[in-house]
């Protein structure tokens, strides 16, 4: 069974850094893109960024660019998510998702909180 | 970027309507389009990819069409169960930029 869970959530004030982490299991995690999604309070699902599965390829959407870094562990079968510089607008549930075949995100964790808040 | 625009919003239905959600490509995505179910509090779950193929365990009342910037999502008799926000998302790009949303609301 696909499974993908999240941790390091949590309160961190404006200015402050975070690392989330997604530890992956149930199928070849190295075969697979990874990506993070966040939802902020109430609002819709916002793609954060992408990496392919060698991390070869690194995406960031523009709201997050040069604050947050991607990053794999494929021995691990981890994702992670360095996040700096943190603002009130970073706060969201932060979900990570697999890519499936298809490039579709076919297997998504549960989410953790982030709150960004003094 | 692509932009993806849904309508409704919101949506009122009852129990054994026919209800139809449509998302729209601010340039052409081909079929890579995907619907996404979400509860309050839960994941959001895949329902629907290449803009029609239903994932495995989704209910046939689930269906997609569409392609190239217009798509649709119906449900043929709604559920109980079904009372939830739905998003499109595109994802020929390695944004995967999503709609903003449709919530289902019990009438």
């Known amino acids: 069974e696909v499974q993908l869970v999240e941790s390091g959530g949590g309160l961190v004030r404006p200015g402050g850094s975070l690392k989330l982490s997604c530890a992956a299991s149930?199928?070849?995690?190295?075969?697979?893109?990874m990506n993070w999604v966040r939802q902020a309070p109430g609002k819709g699902l916002e793609w954060v960024s992408h990496?392919?599965?060698?991390?070869?390829?690194?995406y960031y959407a523009d709201s997050v660019k040069g604050r947050f870094s991607i990053s794999r562990d494929n021995a691990k079968s981890s994702l992670y998510l360095q996040m700096n510089s943190l603002r009130d607008e970073d706060t969201a549930v932060y979900y990570c998702?697999?890519?499936?075949?298809?490039?579709?995100?076919?297997?998504w964790g549960q989410g953790t909180l982030v709150t960004v808040s003094s | 970027d692509i932009q993806m625009t849904q309508s409704p919003s919101t949506l009122s239905a009852s129990v054994g309507d026919r209800v139809t959600i449509t998302c729209r490509a601010s340039?052409?995505?081909?079929?890579?389009l995907a619907w996404y179910q979400q509860k309050p509090g839960k994941a959001p779950k895949l329902l629907i990819y290449?803009?029609?193929s239903l994932e495995s365990g989704v209910p046939s009342r689930f269906s997609g069409s569409g392609s190239g910037t217009e798509f649709t999502l119906t449900i043929s008799s709604l559920q109980p169960d079904d009372f939830a926000t739905f998003y499109c998302?595109?994802?020929?790009?390695?944004?995967?930029?999503f709609g903003q949303g449709t919530r289902v609301e019990i009438k």
């Open positions: 998702a697999r890519r499936g075949a298809d490039h579709y995100f076919d297997y």
């Open positions: 149930g199928f070849t995690f190295s075969s697979h893109s």
């Open positions: 990496i392919s599965s060698s991390s070869a390829t690194i």
């Open positions: 340039q052409s995505i081909s079929s890579w």
């Open positions: 290449k803009a029609s």
């Open positions: 998302q595109q994802y020929t790009s390695y944004s995967g930029t």
